[in-house]
């Protein structure tokens, strides 16, 4: 089992900047992946951006240029600059188990994107 603690979410102005965090329970050893998803009211929960075991990041075409992922050992950060209203949605992190593939998921923070 792996707990992810998520931090950082909250209300933001058109162009303004958030940093999202995700610590886990267990050694970075154990880690493979670890991403960042959101899902906006009536949507389905998407792929924001993800970031490799070895620290290659990958990111969904509508946030490239303004959301960067980084990983330190087993806590994944998303800093997210230039948001907009579309960006709006609960931030969920998740992580994937090196041993087993198994899937692991945060509670979510609230990023809300609001003049």
């Known amino acids: 089992q792996v707990q992810l603690v998520e931090s950082g979410g909250g209300l933001v102005q058109p162009g303004g900047s958030l940093r999202l965090s995700c610590s886990a329970s267990r050694s970075s050893a154990n880690i493979n992946s670890m991403g960042w998803y959101r899902q906006a009211p009536g949507k389905q929960r998407e792929l924001v951006a993800v970031?490799?075991?070895?620290?290659s990041p990958n990111y969904v075409d509508s946030v490239k240029g303004r959301f960067t992922i980084s990983r330190d050992k087993n806590t994944v950060y998303l800093q997210m600059n230039s948001l907009k209203p579309e960006d709006t949605a609960v931030y969920y992190c998740?992580?994937?188990?090196?041993?087993?593939?198994?899937?692991?998921w945060g509670q979510g923070t609230q990023v809300a994107v609001s003049s």
């Open positions: 998740n992580c994937e188990w090196r041993w087993s593939g198994a899937i692991y």
């Open positions: 970031i490799s075991r070895g620290g």
